[in-house]
């Protein structure tokens, strides 16, 4: 297989991989918001401020802060492995192009 092919065989298999790394972040930076207003219902306080503290410092909370984390990692892996193999595709194009440039030159 050849340079460029396998560069865009490489985009083909990682978009659903990326896809699936961006779906999983945004549905946790929702999640975090359920979670937050269940923490804040269970802080057993009326005053906002105390409650917004409880449902911050809380396990479950900070749990979730550690999935996002981990998801955008793994989102901008992909992202930015996407876009060194579309740079790769980039530079064959460009060689190519020279290369032909050459041979008109010679000719």
Do not use: C
């Not at 396998?6 to 975090?32: F, G, S, V």
């Not at 359920?34 to 802080?43: D, E, G, P, V, Y």
């Not at 981990?70 to 901008?76: P, R, S």
């Amino acid at each position: 297989m050849d340079y460029p092919s396998r560069a865009i065989q490489y985009l083909i298999d990682t978009a659903p991989l990326y896809a699936k790394a961006k779906a999983d972040r945004m549905y946790l930076e929702e999640y975090r918001k359920s979670i937050k207003a269940q923490l804040m219902s269970q802080s057993g306080t009326e005053v906002l401020g105390k409650q917004e503290t409880f449902a911050y410092a809380h396990q479950d909370y900070i749990g979730i802060l550690e999935g996002i984390r981990q998801a955008v990692e793994k989102e901008e892996n992909y992202r930015w492995l996407m876009t060194a193999a579309q740079a790769r595709i980039e530079v064959w194009r460009t060689e190519q192009y020279s290369a032909r440039m050459e041979v008109k030159a010679t000719q």
